[in-house]
């Protein structure tokens, strides 16, 4: 069930990929929103129009060569930025996979959108052997490709954003193939 479920996830996102690769010539700025579920382990979360969680940042291209496989319970969005580029949005209870290779190659920016469910909230982001920093929780940059570019392998970044109402705990662990992001919305 488990394939199943990320070929789901993986089709959603490369579909919403493809379409902004078709549409990049076209002036961007539109965003299109994508729920993935399927079957007992996965549901969909509304889709809304600023959502919450980790983001990428690229050509499609190259987020599509990075991404490997998406797990767990949310929904993807997808914003045309112009020049080719494009953020994707992936929010929930999530497991990411990333290629680490590709991702040290490419010139894809990974970001936390903190979006309205975080507005006015706090982020703490702690990186190795360093004190946490705090931050605006709306908009947080994730130094992931940096350390994929490094031969740092164990627990890169942790974050951790609250706000009165809910809380979000996100860690990338990179390992000698992989960088996986696991995040989870309390």
Not at 51 to 63: H, K, Q, W, Y
């Amino acid at each position: 069930m488990k394939h199943t479920l990320t070929f789901r996830i993986l089709t959603t996102l490369f579909l919403a990929l493809a379409a902004a690769t078709a549409s990049a010539g076209g002036g961007g700025g539109g965003n299109t929103p994508a729920p993935f579920s399927g079957g007992e382990e996965i549901g969909s979360l509304p889709v809304v129009q600023d959502p919450t969680g980790l983001t990428l940042v690229g050509s499609p291209a190259e987020i599509r060569a990075v991404v490997l496989e998406v797990r767990g319970r949310g929904g993807v969005q997808l914003q045309r930025l112009g020049h080719g580029l494009v953020a994707v949005t992936l929010a929930g209870d999530l497991q990411v996979q990333l290629d680490r290779s590709a991702l040290a190659r490419s010139s894809v920016r990974t970001l936390f959108r903190g979006g309205e469910l975080f507005t006015g909230g706090v982020a703490s982001l702690t990186l190795p052997g360093a004190a946490p920093m705090l931050f605006p929780a709306e908009r947080v940059a994730l130094p992931i490709g940096r350390l994929a570019r490094t031969d740092f392998d164990g627990i890169g970044v942790v974050l951790d954003v609250f706000d009165a109402r809910v809380a979000l705990h996100g860690v990338a662990t990179l390992d000698e193939r992989h960088v996986t992001w696991v995040q989870h919305i309390r």
